[in-house]
């Protein structure tokens, strides 16, 4: 069970999208449509911002959105601001496991 | 609401077993479909999924640190407790617990999860 992986980091300015991917494989992200998405501030506990793939809970802006296209997961936030400068991690139901990608930082310029 | 909260030692010498709780509110363990996670972190490091129990006392633990992870609930207490034995100084990192969500077990996601709780493993 290797982690997914994620790009180090990734930026963009105020108003711009910036788009995190997350490659698994076909035991994980490919297989199986439970991949979430977390966003992590500084000394902060991750928070949950997409699930399912798409779904977004109640209180995550619609400019959050997620993806898959076969053994890739994508993070895309529209419309960048300040405040969406964080860790992104990955993860995926793995067949009675659970994954973690390797993080992203997200920076806003 | 829900709520949950890492309780445990903050330092652990190498080679003794770590004991964390988690006391959680909002939920029930006894609910079917409910579970609970534990998930850490080492400093500047990636998050790393480590066990999970479901209302059903169905468990499941990471591949890689499995032989050394036990997951247990207590239901009339509203807590899950984690040990991990044979504490090494890679194990330092900060401990979440988190509920698990999701309409079919195990598949899922964590939401919400507790504060965390930091450990460090030195002598």
């Known amino acids: 069970q290797s982690a997914l992986t994620q790009p180090p980091s990734a930026s963009g300015s105020p108003g711009q999208s910036v788009t995190i991917s997350c490659t698994g494989t076909?035991?994980?992200?490919?297989?199986?449509?439970?991949v979430s998405w977390y966003q992590q501030h500084p000394g902060k506990a991750p928070k949950l911002m997409i699930y399912e793939v798409s779904k977004r809970p109640s209180g995550v802006p619609d400019r959050f959105s997620g993806s898959k296209s076969g053994n890739t997961a994508s993070l895309t936030v529209s419309g960048l601001q300040a405040e969406d400068e964080a860790d992104y991690y990955c993860?995926?139901?793995?067949?009675?496991?659970?994954?973690f990608g390797g993080g992203t930082k997200l920076t806003v310029l | 609401q829900i709520t949950l909260k890492e309780s445990g030692p903050t330092l652990v010498k190498p080679t003794q077993t770590l004991t964390l709780t988690c006391t959680f509110s909002g939920f029930s363990l006894s609910t079917s479909g409910v579970g609970v996670g534990w998930i850490r972190q080492p400093p500047g490091k990636a998050l790393e999924w480590l066990a999970l129990i479901y209302w059903n006392d169905d468990k499941r633990y990471s591949p890689s640190l499995k032989s050394r992870l036990t997951i247990t609930k207590d239901t009339s207490k509203n807590q899950v407790v984690l040990t991990m034995t044979n504490m090494d100084p890679v194990d330092t990192a900060t401990y979440y617990c988190?509920?698990?969500?999701?309409?079919?077990?195990?598949?899922?996601?964590?939401?919400?999860w507790g504060q965390g709780t930091l450990v460090t493993v030195s002598s």
């Open positions: 076909s035991s994980d992200v490919g297989g199986y449509n439970y």
């Open positions: 988190a509920h698990r969500d999701g309409d079919v077990v195990p598949a899922g996601w964590f939401d919400p």
């Open positions: 993860s995926s139901y793995a067949g009675s496991t659970v994954v």
